[in-house]
């Protein structure tokens, strides 16, 4: 009978903990699950039309924190995809410059997000400082920086994180600015 109980006791012990161990993986994945959930590889089509960017989070050349997308809720994003061979793309950093004082700094209804696909930092920040770049600048992590996009390349968001609106080419202040209200343009 003693035999018993302590077979009893014993088997009943064992099942506590290995009910405890389970919970405690089962909270471990969950907390894993969050982590994969924010290091997602981002491609092109991560950009394109009908897209949501409120997944994706990136790390600001600029002020080297992580910037996670979902922070801009209830503004339009313009997304200027950019490299240091990219000769137009550079072109471009005037008007944006302009963009980032008269529309993000001046109505606050916009949000600048440039992403540099180069994999040189070095040759980045010296464009940055040479070109007095005054919007953020992101850094394409590898994935999406080896994914092939066509440069310059624009992409807008609306205040909900998804993209409405994609070009391909050197644009101009206007072009530029009735993209980001959702008017019809040229497309390139």
């Given at each position: 009978m003693k035999k018993i109980i302590l077979l009893t006791i014993a088997m009943l012990?064992?099942?506590?903990s290995?009910?405890?161990?389970?919970?405690?993986?089962?909270?471990?994945?969950?907390k894993d699950t969050t982590v994969k959930k924010e290091v997602q590889p981002l491609t092109a089509d991560s950009f394109s039309?009908?897209?949501?960017?409120?997944?994706?989070?990136?790390?600001?050349?600029?002020?080297?924190?992580n910037i996670d997308f979902s922070q801009?809720?209830?503004?339009?994003?313009?997304f200027d995809f950019w490299s240091?061979?990219?000769?137009?793309?550079?072109?471009?950093?005037?008007?944006?410059?302009?963009?980032?004082?008269?529309?993000e700094d001046g109505k606050g209804t916009l949000k600048i997000l440039s992403i540099s696909v180069d994999p040189m930092p070095g040759k980045i920040n010296e464009i940055m400082k040479k070109k007095?770049?005054?919007?953020e600048v992101l850094n394409a992590p590898s994935d999406l920086a080896?994914?092939?996009?066509?440069?310059?390349?624009?992409?807008?968001?609306?205040?909900?994180g998804?993209?409405?609106?994609?070009?391909?080419?050197?644009?101009?202040?206007k072009e530029i600015q009735k993209m980001i209200s959702g008017e019809k343009s040229p497309s390139k």
């Open positions: 012990f064992v099942f506590v290995c009910t405890e161990k389970k919970k405690i993986e089962t909270e471990i994945q969950k039309k009908g897209e949501n960017i409120h997944n994706i989070t990136m790390k600001s050349i600029t002020s080297g924190k801009y809720k209830g503004k339009k994003i313009l240091s061979w990219c000769e137009p793309c550079i072109e471009m950093f005037p008007i944006i410059n302009r963009l980032k004082r008269e529309v007095k770049v005054k919007f080896n994914a092939g996009i066509l440069m310059p390349y624009l992409a807008v968001a609306d205040e909900s998804k993209i409405f609106a994609t070009s391909n080419g050197k644009h101009t202040f």
